[in-house]
C-alpha cells in the first residue's frame, strides 16, 4: 500500500535527504511507530499528534495497527519513498515543519507571564500522592520549599542533585552545574526518562531567553556540548530529542507555550501550560519543571552579569 506523508520534522527533513538510508522498526505504539534510519528516530505518527523535530506525519484516518508492522522489521528509502513491510510512506511533497522556537525573550514582563502560567499549572498535578517522576521537584525554584524524601531509586538519585542545583543559582559558578545537571541523563524509566525531560525544558529556557545576554549563551553552549558528550547514557528515543533540544529544536507544546507568553496572553499561556502537563505519563510535568529551573537559572544570569564599560 502507498501512503501520502503530510509533513516532515525539520530534523527529519535533513535525515530523508540523504541517500541510501537503511533501518528498522524500532517500537510499535497506538498512534505512533518508531523507526530506526541509521543511527537516528523517526516517529511514524498521526496528525492529531503534536507536531515534533521527529516526525513523519500520516493521516489520522490510518490505523496504524492494520499495517502489522514488528519490531525490527526492516526499513529502507527508495525514490522519495519510506518502505516498511510492503507498506509505502512517500514524502517527496510533504512540507517541513521549523521546530526551531519561533520567539525569544526580551522582556521581564514576558519571563514573568511564563513564570506564572507555569508554576500554576504544575502546582495543580505536583503533590506527595501525584504523578511521579520529577513532578514534586517542580514546586521548589525560587521557593524555598521542602521536598519529601521519598522512597523511589529515581528519587533517591534525583533528589539531592536537584538540591544542590537549586542552592547554586545565584552564586556565579553556572559552569559548577555541568556535572550534575549531566548526571540526569537517562534517570528514570520509559522512552523518554525523566531526568532526559527536565534537561530538555532547561534547553527550552535557554533558548528562549539567550540572545543578547552572553552570559546566558555561554552557560547554553557550553551545557549542549556536555550533554551531547554524555547523550548515549540515555534510550534512543530520548537520545534524539535531547540533540535536538541541543540544536534549538523543540516540539510542539513548547511553540504553544511560548507563544502565548510572548504575546502576553497571561490565561492563553495558563492554558497551554496545563496541557504541556498532560504529556505521557510525567514528561510534561518533568519538562515543565526544567523550564522553571531554567527560568531561575537565567534570571540569576542576568542579574549576575558583569557591568560593561
Keep these: 500500500m502507498d501512503y501520502d506523508v503530510l509533513m516532515l520534522g525539520s530534523g527529519t527533513a535533513r535525515l530523508l535527504a540523504r541517500s541510501g538510508l537503511v533501518g528498522s522498526v524500532h517500537s510499535v505504539f497506538e498512534n505512533v511507530v518508531n523507526l530506526r534510519i541509521e543511527d537516528n528516530i523517526v516517529s511514524l505518527q498521526h496528525s492529531s499528534l503534536p507536531r515534533t523535530p521527529l516526525m513523519l506525519v500520516v493521516g489520522s484516518e490510518l490505523n496504524l495497527k492494520d499495517l502489522r508492522l514488528e519490531a525490527g522489521s526492516h526499513i529502507w528509502l527508495e525514490q522519495g519513498c519510506v518502505i516498511v513491510k510492503g507498506h509505502r510512506f512517500n514524502f517527496t511533497a510533504a ?104 534537561l530538555i525544558g532547561l534547553l ?56 502565548a507568553a510572548a504575546a502576553l496572553d497571561m490565561p492563553g499561556t495558563l492554558a497551554a501550560a496545563i496541557r504541556f502537563t498532560a504529556i505521557g505519563h510525567t514528561s510534561g510535568v518533568d519538562g515543565l519543571t526544567g523550564v522553571l529551573y531554567g527560568l531561575g537559572v537565567c534570571r540569576s544570569l542576568v542579574c549576575h552579569a558583569p557591568a560593561v564599560d
Excluded at 135 to 161: C, E, K, R, Y
Excluded at 216 to 229: D, K, M, S, Y
Aim: a negative charge; hydrophobic letters at 45%.
Design 95 to 198: 512540507p517541513s515543519w521549523d521546530a526551531h522556537l519561533p520567539v525569544s525573550f526580551s522582556t521581564e514582563e514576558e519571563v514573568m507571564i511564563l513564570l506564572k502560567g507555569v508554576s500554576q499549572a504544575v502546582g495543580l498535578t505536583a503533590s506527595p500522592l501525584g504523578l511521579g517522576g520529577l513532578s514534586l521537584f517542580s514546586v521548589l525554584p525560587g521557593q524555598n520549599m521542602p521536598l519529601p524524601d521519598l522512597d523511589t531509586p529515581m528519587l533517591q538519585a534525583a533528589i539531592p542533585v536537584l538540591r544542590s542545583l537549586v542552592a547554586a543559582i545565584g552564586q556565579d559558578k553556572e559552569l559548577e552545574l555541568l556535572p550534575a545537571l549531566t548526571s540526569l541523563i537517562g534517570l528514570g524509566p520509559g522512552l523518554t526518562p525523566s531526568g532526559d525531560d527536565f
Design 204 to 259: 527550552s529556557a535557554l533558548s528562549l531567553l539567550e540572545k543578547g545576554n552572553p552570559r546566558i549563551g555561554r552557560f547554553a553552549v557550553a551545557l549542549r556540548q556536555a550533554i551531547g558528550e554524555a547523550v548515549e547514557k540515555t534510550t534512543p528515543l530520548s537520545r534524539e530529542f535531547l540533540l535536538y533540544a541541543c540544536s534549538g529544536e523543540f516540539s510542539e507544546p513548547f511553540h504553544e507555550l511560548y507563544q
